[in-house]
């Protein structure tokens, strides 16, 4: 892990080749777990160990899991809901163009077979009036 971050400060240009930073914080998240659950035996062993450390060391240990798995989800999962949205937004789009090609997207409406365009006629009479 901390080669890890050496390399990665000292020489920047060969960050691409250094790969497996998603692995690294996978084992750390392992780490917190394996934490987690050799001071939760406390709990049921007594080894002459302060009970009252627990306070301190198991909100520690969740507080970092929970930490470094935002950070991996943040990182390396796609987020499908902004992907769907995406796909939405860029359907707008694609329709946006597509009706302004067509010299549609600025009608509000069609009454009695006769298009009405931003409050007027297509011989050009203003219906506000």
Known sequence: ?????????????????????????????????????????????????????????????????????????????PPAQNKKDDDINSNKKEKLVNNKNNNSSYHQGEKNNKIITNGTTPNNKDKRA
């Open 1 to 77: 892990m901390y080669t890890y971050y050496l390399l990665a400060a000292l020489l920047p240009q060969y960050q691409e080749y250094l790969w497996w930073k998603k692995y690294i914080t996978t084992l750390q998240m392992g780490q917190f777990c394996l934490a987690f659950l050799h001071s939760l035996q406390l709990l049921i062993y007594d080894c002459d160990y302060p009970r009252w450390s627990l306070l301190l060391i198991l909100p520690n240990a969740m507080f970092f899991y929970f930490l470094f798995s935002d950070f991996y989800k943040k990182a390396y999962v």
